[in-house]
């Protein structure tokens, strides 16, 4: 399975020909619905959704998502499915697993949405815009680095908690250069402690991952 980050928040997954897209939100300018099989989206917020990329998008496309986004997505012209926390499926070959239901608090005036993760093929889990601990083996996460809604040290002690064998870099276009550096410099100190391959890819790197 190869997995590509995109821009902010959004990854694609390849496996076998078939293509997998997490979270294609609005600061994802790169056309990431090409080709894409399926598409899971964790939360509402427009980083992680944009609802124009979709509409566009070919109908035989398969959308799993929470119930406060699959109620924007009435003129998209995909099959959307909604999922809820336990909730297992499986779409375009990947294997798929749900944990989580709330995006973690941010502005005290904003409500708190709907956050899906998502645990593709016991390898790859994706939380969104939350610190969610699965009940499940993570090897690879997907750790969210920046945000209004996250502190550094929430964010180290989510990787203490998860352990997971690698770990790369979501959630990270509000940063400038100086930012992503700072990113660079948190996240090899956590690779260094833990003896694991915790770093941030640059958009369009990809990795080659084991599934199971």
Known sequence: MELTKYGHACVRLEKDGKVLVIDPGSFTRDPVLDGADAVLITHEHFDHVDVAKLRDSSPGLEVFTCEGVAAQLSEVPAKVQVVRDGDAFETAGFRVRVFGERHAPNHPDMEIVQNVGFLVDDEVFYPGDALTVPSAEVPTLLVPTGGPWLRLAEMVNYLRTVRPA?????????????????????????????????????????????SR
């Open 166 to 210: 690698r770990a790369y870099s979501t959630h990270d276009a509000l940063y400038s250069d100086i930012g992503l550096a700072l990113v660079d410099g948190w996240l090899k100190m956590e690779a260094d402690k833990q003896g694991a391959d915790i770093r941030r890819l640059a958009v369009g790197e990809s990795v080659t991952l084991q």
